[in-house]
């Protein structure tokens, strides 16, 4: 079968011939109907292989759905052959008492057990076929059409999980600020307009990413730079946002979202860009609080394929084959791609 992976540190990956995977006791064999493309595979190229010690080749792509196709003993009478599913990323042990809580995201043994998520330190979904390695994992999508389903599991996911985490502060009177409207930007504006009453500002270098922002329902449009501070605090009557999301998390907008936080707000990094935040007395308003969530549970995913079976979340795809893979990754990299990029085998 074919598969894109990840050859070698700092290169971009290659489109290869790779031996067709068989399912082993407990696995799932999915066909991939769709697998999104993520700026952390970016980060796995140019830095996250080398850190983690991921064993390479590897097969990308982290956001996969796909079709059960066959299984392994222990497993065949757990799922049904020919549903279509998606995967649930972040894997745990499922049971250390985080994983027993439901925080499979935040598992105790992952590293020590060496249990980590597709494509992101074993073969993930960017290819024709792919294993999965526990039937919990598998999550249905319905009817959904798969193309704008994969970008759930971590694009819609993660914002998703950032919000509930912030969601009681946003009330009537408040205002959210998100920064960077990519993949995950675009979707975290439509949940915080249709899962809260409050206003969004979102920020981005971007005019296109901006049009982008007021097409979903961003109530200011601000460029990013140092200007955008102060126009935040007009809108907010000098106070700040009582909630600010960083989806890109270099030091430009690190920076930008200390400065636009107001008194007993929340600051959600998500973005792994590789910026450090300064906190402390004086740093960071009083009360801040500085988050640094990481994608998010299996009833988050849950709810946010119902959103999506409701019509809630609009997500704007790229839709490549996978013989376009390589190219799209060369687009993400230079910031070309428009919501988010998924590859059809």
Not at 243 to 253: I, K, L, Y
């Amino acid at each position: 079968m074919r598969a894109i992976q990840l050859m070698k540190p700092k290169e971009f990956p290659e489109l290869r011939e790779v031996p067709m995977p068989e399912p082993g006791p407990g696995q799932i064999l999915l066909k991939i109907t769709a697998a999104g493309l993520c700026h952390s595979d970016i980060a796995v190229m140019e830095s996250y292989a080398v850190l983690n010690n991921y064993t390479l080749p590897m097969t990308l792509g982290h956001e996969c759905c796909g079709t059960i196709v066959d299984a392994g003993n222990g497993v065949k009478s757990q799922v049904t052959i020919g549903e279509n599913v998606m995967v649930y990323g972040p894997w745990g042990c499922g049971r250390c008492r985080n994983c027993a809580m439901g925080y499979e995201n935040y598992c105790y043994n992952a590293v020590e057990m060496n249990i980590t998520p597709p494509g992101l330190g074993h073969d993930g979904g960017c290819a024709e076929y792919m294993l999965v390695d526990q039937a919990r994992f598998c999550i249905p999508i319905g009817n959904l059409d798969p193309v704008h389903a994969v970008p759930l599991t971590d694009a819609a996911l993660t914002p998703y999980h950032a919000l509930q985490h912030s969601r009681a502060k946003l009330d009537a009177n408040s205002v959210a600020v998100v920064l960077g409207v990519g993949g995950l930007g675009h979707i975290a504006i439509q949940l915080i307009k249709h899962l809260t009453p409050a206003e969004v500002i979102a920020i981005d270098i971007s005019d296109d990413h901006l049009k982008l922002a007021e097409q979903v329902g961003a109530d200011f449009c601000l460029t990013s730079n140092q200007e955008a501070v102060d126009k935040v605090r007009e809108i907010t009557h000098g106070y700040g946002a009582e909630v600010v999301f960083d989806f890109v998390g270099n030091q430009a907008t690190i920076d930008l979202g200390a400065q636009m936080t107001r008194v007993l707000g929340d600051w959600n990094i998500v973005g792994i860009g590789g910026g450090l935040a300064k906190v402390g007395f004086g740093a960071t308003p009083y009360e801040c609080q500085v988050n640094s969530p990481y994608w998010g549970t299996r009833a988050d995913l849950y709810d946010v394929v119902a959103l999506a079976q409701r019509g809630v979340i609009d997500i704007h795809t790229e839709q490549y084959s996978l013989d376009e893979g390589v190219e799209a990754y060369h687009r993400l990299y230079e910031g070309k791609v428009m919501g988010r990029a998924v590859l059809v085998p």
